[in-house]
């Protein structure tokens, strides 16, 4: 544990920290950003009305659109020369969501993820290949200012030129892996076309997040890669990676509470659930000073976990995210996400786990059409195996889901690669 008197404070310890810290935000954007102020006048509230963490409900939420409407800096809590970095959403259309850091926030969210490294069992001896995208995305440098914080040795390889990630692997000893669940599945393939025996290597852990992905990957993953590996949440609305991550006990993300305040609503009524309870996730910064949010809703859905973690750490944890309403889909008005499907596939586990969910509208039906690789010797067994195959995945769909879908076999190396987040949606309705 990077730091012990934090990550083990006891319940009340850290609602009382909260509060503090939660008081000095709520006064800082009212005093220096408009649209909060505006926001609290409307509804009557003023900073003072905020003393703990039980007032936290009392205070407006912020969206995704909020964000826009502001665009560039307007959120921003400090003027633009106290600023030493934005980072931005890669949105393909429109304007991107912009988000600053000031030295201090750089520095605190550097020993945040360092932190989250160590919890995955890094150590300054270790050789961490960070293979996230570098540049406005915050995956890249957020993960990378956090393996420089713990000591450990950094290669900035960034996303892509997979070949040369595998051998700069081999020669440089990585033993710690940083990238997104599905480009380190496609790593672990080409390793394997190469010849190269990822198991026997160097490499023992993997920093895997930045999409959704389910625990079955995780197992395909550790075996193809010879790892554990550790999932890590974040977005850059709140911090970029590292507001929640993974113990060695691999039962859900520990919240970095000493920095952020979580909670989970009811997406339609806005209304606090209990802990315990499925919901969209809300977080309030604690620490930022160029960027605050408060009561930021994530559009994540998940659950968080009050009982003591195994390895003694006190903060809450949460469950992973099986998608987020944004990456949803409504088919016939049932909620899919791609990670149930993913760990539909795995299950059976005679596809491989690429796959793309195809969805079209016949008439007044959506129409879901699955498509999955398979290996080469399927292709080449009796056609007998692959109407088999079908049947079973459809079959298992329909129970888990409760919806009907196509399915439609693939041979190898048909789906795309992504070698940042996986495309795992096309969806040609007109809606
Ligand atoms: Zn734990």
Redesign the pocket.
Known sequence: MLHPEIETMSREGIRELQGIRLQETVRRVYDNVPFYQKAFREIGLEPGDIKSVDDLSKLPFTVKQDLRDNYPFDLFAVPKSELVRVHASSGTTGKPIVVGYTQNDINNWADLMARCFA?AGATKDDTVQIAYGYGLFTGGLGCHYGAERLGATVVPISGGNTKRQLMLMQDFGTTVLACTPSYALYLAEEAVHMGIDLPASQLRIGVFGAEPWSDNMRKELENKMGIDAYNIYGLSEVIGPGVSM????K??M?INEDYFIAEVVDPETLEPLPYGQKGELVFTSLLKEAFPVIRYRTRDISVLIEEK?????T?V?MERVAGRTDDMLIIRGVNVFPSQIESVLLAIGETEPHYQLVVDRKGAMDDLEIWVEVSDKMFSDEIRRLEELERKLRNEIQSVLGISAKIKLVEPRTIPRSEGKAKRIVDKREL
């Open positions: 919890m993974e113990c060695q006990c039962n859900g520990h973690c195994d390895c003694g750490r903060f944890r």
